[in-house]
T-cell receptor
Framework: QKEVEQNSGPLSVPEGAIASLNCTYS??????FFWYRQYSGKSPELIMS????GDKEDGRFTAQLNKASQYVSLLIRDSQPSDSATYLC???????????FGAGTRLFVKA | DARVTQTPRHKVTEMGQEVTMRCQPI?????VFWYRQTMMQGLELLAY????????DSGMPKDRFSAEMPDATLATLKIQPSEPRDSAVYFC????????????FGQGTRLTVV
């Protein structure tokens, strides 16, 4: 079992729809969870962080965390073609410094 | 504009040659990570440092890869000898010296070994 798992996709949604991206992790001691967006040929950039169970909203993005289920998700509302990218889930281990990335989910938003 | 700076951005080299990649972390960041990204493996953690000390390099092939931080403003990743399977994008990232904090990525070095 990989430490951080994501569905590689591609996930295709029409413009204006909600895109739902999922991630599971294996280290029960992890305390923080990050979502990065990576455009083709570019470096990953942080878009969301979440530390507590529940939802965290930032503009069109909502991160959801369920530590009991070891599950974190990212919702993108009103998806735009500019949201087309690979979304990476990142989870530091119990120690807090070693950050492991999932393989990423490719998202396509069709105009 | 604080950012992680990596050099070179692109490198093409012949098999067997030594490759050195450099990274300048964001000023004040004490944690530095080296990742390798390929289509097949995604982002793999090769090594990371905290306050210039290597904490974990278990992700690196020890026989050919080495990572160092000669000072707080410079991290290096060397491959000697390089092999075609080392072709990938190598990212450096830095973070504050706080547990469970986010990392900020450089633009990467695209390495091609022919």
């Amino acid at each position: 079992q990989k430490e951080v798992e994501q569905n590689s996709g591609p996930l295709s949604v029409p413009e204006g729809a909600i895109a739902s991206l999922n991630c599971t992790y294996s280290d029960r001691g992890s305390q923080s969870f990050f979502w990065y967006r990576q455009y083709s040929g570019k470096s990953p950039e942080l878009i969301m962080s979440i530390y507590s169970n529940g939802d965290k909203e930032d503009g069109r993005f909502t991160a959801q965390l369920n530590k009991a289920s070891q599950y974190v998700s990212l919702l993108i509302r009103d998806s735009q073609p500019s949201d087309s990218a690979t979304y990476l889930c990142a989870v530091p281990n119990t120690g807090g410094f070693k950050t492991i990335f999932g393989a990423g989910t490719r998202l396509f938003v069709k105009a | 504009d604080a950012r992680v700076t990596q050099t070179p951005r692109h490198k093409v080299t012949e098999m067997g040659q030594e490759v050195t990649m450099r990274c300048q972390p964001i000023l004040g960041h004490n944690t530095v990570f080296w990742y390798r990204q390929t289509m097949m493996q995604g982002l793999e953690l090769l090594a990371y440092f905290r306050n210039r000390a290597p904490l974990d390099d278990s992700g690196m092939p020890k026989d050919r890869f080495s990572a160092e931080m000669p000072d707080a403003t410079l991290a290096t990743l060397k491959i000697q000898p390089s092999e075609p399977r080392d072709s990938a994008v190598y990212f450096c990232a830095s973070g504050r010296d706080i547990r469970n904090t986010e990392a900020f990525f450089g633009q990467g070095t695209r390495l091609t070994v022919v």
